[in-house]
């Protein structure tokens, strides 16, 4: 048997977009691996990924394009040719955009993390038809909006030099399950000394392999970051002549911060006094300090807030002035993207379409015609996300998509929860199967998707679509006849070498090993700005401070709870919780509740719980676990609705309710009650 190797790009929601190897014979792929050339994957790959053939391959998979045969939700279709589908829904398009075109709505986010087949083609036809925009604000929003008032955009220390770090602090990140990468590094720095904290409410398989857990209580990061300050101030833990020359706003910042006494800060984030003053000291004293910020804590209501107080953090003690130091949340922003070319926003020749956001879209599919919102929403085109499973308050998503006047497009590998509520289903391909280039938010490298078979069954490209689309509905432009391949070199103009991306699946970026150790921050003034004036133009705060959850423990008397909703290990969102062998390992829908809440409520370990607020409620299995701190319980996802006990997941519960700067939503903000349920009580629900 004769066998190739194609070099592509993990294409999943991941800081790490690891290299790949896929090993081919007679077109068939026989296994992904890591590929061994690429500094930041080193040849290994996460569980979850090592069994990319097996959803490629899934018996479930998506082979033709589907029609509705049945209600709205009950998953009922028949087969239909490409042409007669695509032509029906270029149909149904036109005559809504014959009446207004911003009744059109596209819904995507990272399915995919590729340029090409995310927002490039798609885009592309979207501001030709004029239909609404889609503000993709469902994971990073907050935090990234944070780095850019803060830093100038989302940047930061280099990857490689945590392994040179003497301490790292892990902040709202479980590295282990989501960034295993820089989870390698951090070993290599422990095992030559450093010192490895985790801040994070649930006690994660990463937190029990560092030296040290902070289990503070959701949503008070901000608080607990400007506690630090206050002691790195109040013992002269400072780089003075770092803050003259590189930092604005440092007098205001100094003001606040030493309001933040750690017995209040304690008091706020229900941890003890003498713990952050331990922590300020460690920060303050030891260098190279790095600290590795994930999006998990900016997904309450001062997200954005607290995001910025611990990206002034490195600047106080001069961390940027060594390659291991610094802060690392995202490296998005440091990748040449020249997505106007990729998405041509030119084509809308003018026009201003309304945006809607994307973390609110069950309060806007049951939102009727106003000169406020403008017109109803009449279609969606899905494509990269599952919103029926991901989006909060899913009881409104789900009533939202369940309209009959509602026309939906989903593209999809999989039925997933929203494809049940298709008017038709596009059969998608996979990353083996197509062109693609991929930066990263984790290192940087651009990384090149070559295909490795050729498409299963009669799955096409994203872009295949909107190009055939675009076709049928007579947009005559050029740009709409671009190959894949082209799209790819497209996507970094001359600032990237492609034939080194051909000959090597990858390219690294050049960036100065501690690209801030003389300032040089991308913001307005250069420098980082603890104070931002364009947020004071905006009437927010200039100054990073802490606010309140939405839904802060205590001041609900029915819902005493907080309730986070953090990945379970081996799912990504809600891709491969349909793969048996990731399922087999994850079992079943999982609540973690600390010991003394779950006797309380007389709740035993395996029980069936029922877990309600006033947005709705979900049925699942209990563990009784140390990972849940008491008063805060960990509904781990996110599973497929449908997978549920009574057809539910933990959406069900979380709001609506934006965060305080880059209208994300708020997850981890969300008070609910739990009790101890008829183990049959979920599937009479779903019944």
Known sequence: MVTTEI????????????????????????????????????????????????????????????????????GRFEPVGWDQALQEIAARLQAIAARDPQAILPYSYCGTMGLVQGESMAMRFFHRLGASLLDRTICASAGGEALTQTLGGKVGMKLEFFAQSKLIIIWGSNSIASNLHFWRLAQLAKRDGARLVCIDPRRTETADKCHEHIQLLPGTDAALALALMHELILNDWLDHDYIAQHTLGWEGLRERALRWTPERAAQVCGVPAGQIRALARDYGTTKPAAIRLNYGMQRVRGGGNAARAIACLPALTGAWREAAGGLLLSSSGMFPIDKAALQRPDLLAGRTPRTINMSTIGDDLLRQASPAFGPQVEAVIV??????????????????????????????????????????????????????????YGHTDVVLNRPAIAPVGQARPNTEVFRALAQRLGFAEDCFGQTDESLCRTAFGGNVDFDELLREGFAPLAIADAPFA??????????????????????????????????????????????????????????????????????????????????????????????????????????????????????????????????TNVNELTSQKLTDMGRGPVFYDCLVEVEAADASAGARRAA
């Open 383 to 440: 494509y990269n996300s599952n919103p029926v499973a991901v989006a909060p308050e899913s009881g409104k998503v789900v009533r939202g998509f369940a309209r009959e006047d509602l026309f939906t497009v989903v593209m999809e590998q999989f039925q997933t929860d929203t494809a049940d509520y298709a008017d038709y289903i596009l059969p998608a391909t996979t990353q083996l199967e197509h062109w693609d280039i991929h930066p990263s």
């Open 7 to 74: 070099r592509g790009a993990c294409p999943h929601d991941c800081p790490d977009t690891c290299a790949l190897v896929t090993t081919v014979a007679d077109g068939v792929a026989l296994k992904v691996q890591g590929n061994p050339q690429h500094k930041p994957t080193d040849g290994v790959l996460c569980t979850k990924v090592s069994r990319y053939v097996e959803r490629s391959y899934h018996p479930e998979r998506l082979l033709t394009p589907l029609k509705r045969s049945g209600p709205k939700g009950s």
């Open 518 to 647: 003389q300032g040089g921050f991308p913001t307005a003034s250069g420098r980082c700005e603890f104070f931002s004036e364009r947020l004071a133009r905006q009437g927010l705060d200039g100054l990073p401070d802490h606010l309140p959850n939405h839904e802060a423990i205590g001041s609900s008397a029915n819902y005493p709870l907080a309730m986070i909703s953090p990945p379970a290990r081996n799912f990504l969102n809600s891709t491969f919780v349909n793969v048996t062998s990731l399922r087999d390992i994850e079992r079943e829908p999982l609540l973690e509740i600390n010991a003394a809440d779950a006797s309380a409520r007389g709740i035993t370990a395996g029980a069936t719980v029922r877990v309600f607020n006033d947005r709705g409620e979900y049925f699942c299995k209990v563990q009784i676990s140390p990972r849940a701190r008491p008063g805060v319980v960990n509904g781990l996802g996110i599973w497929w609705r449908k997978s549920g006990l009574a057809g």
